[in-house]
């Protein structure tokens, strides 16, 4: 079954990593938490992909910005500074001899509980901090060739619901908008907001080209991509006509091209939407030249 943009090759390295466990380096085998972790009866924490390149954190200043924004909003205290968060992530990565194709799944949880319950205050330990870097790259065939979407019934709510600015561990309603679109035989769901616009993808954000300019979404009902905002950077930079706008699917059937863009694979081409062909139903010369505009953007990024 196709994993859509998180595809990747296994790579047997991955199995001797080690993984760094609230300040403790230890084998992937030994990396356990808690049943009474918050974020194992809960899903109460929040989380970051990270990119390793060139032996540097890609955009690590947006990550913690957005990982401590979303604690703040959960009243958690991660407990440690983000210069020593990112420190540590830096060890973990070090210890392992790491330095290129390098995915960090970063995940902080509220911490030990005295008992299955939702109020924080049964909390009975300092968060929970677990740092996982692998050996992960997207497969090539994946950026080249494209992936296929589905709009599925599961919307991107309202924030008095559940605040879709917050990456927290809570991800049911991206779940189970995965599964109808891998039950619809697609690699990944289209989500709408509340009123029926385009909203976001479940697990990336979504761009549709356009005349030559490239929309996505308001971004009202999605998190604050860090993948998004650096297209965005780059179409600005390189006089790419680029909004944050509502619209509709109707405008998406008619796009001349479509992408999605995350922190794993950057950006994906998307080819087909609800069984219709994007385009020519290949990647087109947009998506490819955003592509080396961020790469570019990642490698500037990346240098000391």
Same mark, same amino acid.
């Given at each position: 079954?196709?994993?859509?943009?998180?595809?990747?090759?296994?790579?047997?390295?991955?199995?001797?990593?080690? $993984?760094?466990?609230?300040?403790?380096?230890?084998?992937?085998? @030994?990396?356990?938490?808690?049943?009474?972790?918050?974020?194992?009866?809960?899903?109460?924490?929040?989380?970051?992909?990270?990119?390793?390149?060139?032996?540097?954190?890609?955009?690590?200043?947006?990550?913690?910005?957005?990982?401590?924004?979303?604690?703040?909003?959960?009243?958690?205290?991660?407990?440690?500074?983000?210069?020593?968060?990112?420190?540590?992530?830096?060890? %973990?990565?070090?210890?392992?001899?790491?330095?290129?194709?390098?995915?960090?799944?970063?995940?902080? %949880?509220?911490?030990?509980?005295? %008992?299955?319950?939702?109020?924080?205050?049964?909390?009975?330990?300092?968060?929970?901090?677990?740092?996982?870097?692998?050996?992960?790259?997207?497969?090539?065939?994946?950026?080249?060739?494209?992936?296929?979407?589905? +709009?599925?019934?599961?919307?991107?709510?309202?924030?008095?619901?559940?605040?879709? @600015?917050?990456?927290?561990?809570?991800?049911?309603?991206?779940?189970?908008?995965? $599964?109808?679109?891998?039950?619809?035989?697609?690699?990944?769901?289209?989500?709408?907001?509340?009123?029926?616009?385009?909203?976001?993808?479940?697990?990336?954000?979504?761009?549709?080209?356009?005349?030559?300019?490239?929309? +996505?979404?308001?971004?009202?009902?999605?998190?604050?991509?860090?993948?998004?905002?650096?297209?965005?950077?780059?179409?600005?930079?390189?006089? $790419?006509?680029?909004?944050?706008?509502?619209?509709?699917?109707?405008?998406?059937?008619?796009?001349?091209?479509?992408?999605?863009?995350?922190?794993?694979?950057?950006?994906?081409?998307?080819?087909?939407?609800?069984?219709?062909?994007?385009?020519?139903?290949?990647?087109?010369?947009?998506?490819?030249?955003?592509?080396?505009?961020?790469?570019?953007?990642?490698?500037?990024?990346?240098?000391?």
């Amino acid at each position: 079954m196709a994993k859509g943009t998180h595809d990747y090759q296994d790579d047997p390295r991955n199995a001797a990593i080690l $993984i760094n466990l609230n300040g403790t380096l230890v084998p992937r085998e @030994k990396a356990l938490v808690s049943v009474f972790d918050s974020g194992f009866i809960l899903g109460d924490g929040v989380w970051e992909g990270l990119r390793l390149h060139h032996g540097r954190l890609a955009f690590i200043d947006q990550h913690m910005k957005r990982l401590y924004e979303g604690a703040k909003a959960i009243d958690m205290d991660i407990g440690l500074a983000p210069e020593a968060l990112v420190a540590r992530v830096m060890e %973990t990565v070090a210890a392992n001899g790491m330095e290129d194709g390098v995915h960090i799944r970063l995940m902080v %949880t509220r911490g030990l509980k005295a %008992t299955p319950y939702q109020d924080p205050r049964v909390t009975i330990g300092a968060p929970t901090i677990v740092i996982i870097p692998e050996y992960k790259d997207p497969l090539p065939a994946t950026v080249e060739r494209g992936i296929r979407l589905f +709009t599925v019934h599961v919307r991107r709510g309202a924030p008095d619901v559940q605040d879709p @600015k917050l990456n927290s561990h809570s991800k049911l309603n991206c779940i189970t908008a995965c $599964i109808q679109a891998a039950k619809a035989g697609a690699d990944e769901g289209l989500m709408l907001d509340p009123d029926g616009f385009v909203a976001t993808c479940n697990s990336t954000h979504f761009f549709i080209v356009r005349d030559g300019e490239v929309w +996505t979404s308001t971004g009202d009902y999605c998190i604050p991509g860090i993948t998004r905002a650096a297209v965005l950077r780059a179409c600005r930079e390189a006089g $790419i006509p680029a909004f944050e706008k509502r619209f509709s699917l109707t405008e998406v059937y008619g796009a001349d091209e479509a992408f999605v863009t995350g922190t794993f694979a950057g950006l994906v081409p998307v080819v087909e939407v609800d069984g219709r062909t994007l385009g020519s139903g290949a990647r087109g010369p947009m998506v490819a030249r955003l592509q080396r505009l961020y790469m570019d953007l990642v490698e500037r990024e990346s240098r000391p």
